[in-house]
């Protein structure tokens, strides 16, 4: 759909159909559903002082349940996650093989959602984003 949003990123339909059969091949993997945050960067998270002791936070969630990696996936798209971070996440239930692959489709529908909404680099973004996953 979000591809559609974007007069199809102006791809002709040929390379649409191959995304398409591409992205449903990547996305094969049949995870367990998880209830997620839906809108995992860097401006959802934050610290707190509780007892004492700052902790980290994160808020105004858009949970659903599906695949872990999409969260996962978006705390790339803007940043704001450290090394510790994805340490910790690995360290309690660690990502299966071909998450990385995973992560560039989960993040194409926010690029392509940034594209709708704020034009301008996003297209660009969006488009070596489809290469990348073409080539997988």
């Avoid at 401006?43 to 994160?58: Q, R």
């Avoid at 978006?74 to 299966?96: I, K, N, R």
Wanted: charged letters at 25%.
């Amino acid at each position: 759909h979000m591809l559609k949003l974007t007069c199809n990123a102006g791809l002709d339909k040929d390379t649409v159909e191959k995304l398409r059969l591409k992205t449903r091949e990547l996305l094969s993997h049949n995870p367990d559903p998880s209830l997620i945050h839906g809108d995992l960067w860097g401006g959802n998270k934050s610290f707190a002082k509780v007892d004492g002791k700052v902790v980290p936070v994160i808020f105004d969630p858009a949970t659903y349940y599906g695949d872990r990696e999409a969260d996962i996936a978006m705390t790339y798209v803007f940043g704001g996650f450290g090394s510790d971070f994805y340490e910790g996440y690995e360290s309690e239930w660690a990502l299966p093989e071909g998450h990385q692959k995973r992560k560039t489709v989960y993040n194409l529908y926010h690029i392509l959602n940034h594209e709708v909404l704020f034009g301008g680099m996003y297209h660009r973004q969006a488009q070596g984003m489809i290469d990348q996953i073409l080539k997988m």
